[in-house]
């Protein structure tokens, strides 16, 4: 059984992919179309230096550089990945090929930080990708190459990106606010180049666009980004990942109940399958002796001071 505690901050990491769930709806409705890269820039980088003014901390020593890979895996290069499998992949194929996440993280926390696969947390990975699949699933045109490898290798950056925030954790003193901002501002420089070349000047904004993109920048990025990585300092890469088919099933109810869509028998077994999968991939796994993962704070050792690192009073544990 779960504590009331840990039910709190697995209901708060929650958010995040809840958030991210309501970006197809935000995108379709109030932006400019077919300005992906702009969409993702304008997403990281106003969030990134928010929090770096917030925080007033930067990286020291060899945190630049783990910061811009970490930069670079969950946002710079999943950001321009994810929205490629979009433009390409016909109906919600993205999602599901996407919905992959899980497994990557289940194989990669056993390299990275000596987490052995369970048969529990294999079986419920593949659940969660069936009943996302049933969810978003259409039958629209064929398969795209280039989009499906550009999924794929969505879910691996993020999923790579997730296991090594567990590993190397962050420096003494440093909270999740801060590590979050030097993420995002480090994505948003790599994506403003490429948004640049590819796409051109900004477009021109009206009203509901700038309100679009405050809230992408604001409640969808810089928020749900600090519950995330506050989420993976506090609970194991697989609990945190399990997390991520929220996403999908936020954006069908939000499609059926604000833009008019329909759910469907098949859509809502497939929510309840994956809905499932998401609670049962919360248990913690239990601890190997002799396992090699790296705990995420040097700050966290007794449990209670990494709560206390720039998260407020109303979030502590």
Do not use: C
Request: hydrophobic residues 55%; glycine residues 12%.
């Amino acid at each position: 059984m779960l504590s009331a505690g840990r039910t709190t901050l697995i209901a708060l990491t929650a958010l995040a992919p809840v958030s991210w769930g309501t970006t197809y709806a935000v995108t379709t409705e109030f932006l400019p179309p077919d300005r992906p890269l702009f969409t993702g820039l304008a997403r990281a980088l106003p969030a990134g230096l928010l929090l770096l003014a917030l925080a007033r901390v930067l990286p020291r020593g060899a945190w630049w550089w783990k910061a811009a890979v970490l930069g670079a895996l969950n946002i710079g290069a999943f950001f321009p990945l994810l929205f490629l499998s979009a433009y390409r992949l016909p109906g919600g194929m993205a999602a599901v090929v996407g919905s992959v996440g899980p497994l990557f993280v289940v194989g990669l926390s056993a390299l990275l930080l000596g987490q052995r696969p369970t048969t529990r947390a294999v079986l419920t990975g593949v659940v969660a990708a069936f009943g996302v699949s049933l969810v978003v699933l259409k039958a629209a045109g064929g398969l795209d190459a280039l989009g499906a490898l550009a999924a794929l290798a969505s879910a691996a950056s993020m999923s790579t990106g997730t296991v090594l925030t567990k590993r190397w954790g962050r420096p003494e003193g440093v909270g999740p606010l801060a590590l979050t901002g030097w993420q995002l501002t480090a994505g948003g420089l790599l994506i403003a180049p490429v948004a640049l070349l590819v796409e051109g000047a900004p477009p021109a904004l009206d009203g509901a666009a700038v309100g679009g993109y405050l809230y992408l920048a604001l409640a969808n990025t810089a928020v749900a980004y600090w519950l995330w990585f506050r989420g993976i300092g506090r609970l194991s890469a697989t609990q945190v990942t399990f997390l991520g088919p929220l996403s999908p099933l936020t954006a069908a109810v939000v499609g059926w109940a604000a833009l008019g869509e329909t759910l469907t028998p098949v859509q809502l077994a497939g929510m309840a399958l994956a809905f499932g999968a998401t609670v049962a991939g919360q248990r913690a796994p239990r601890a190997k002796t002799g396992t090699t993962a790296v705990p995420f704070s040097s700050s966290s050792r007794n449990g209670r001071k990494d709560s206390m690192d720039l998260t407020g009073p109303g979030l502590r544990r």
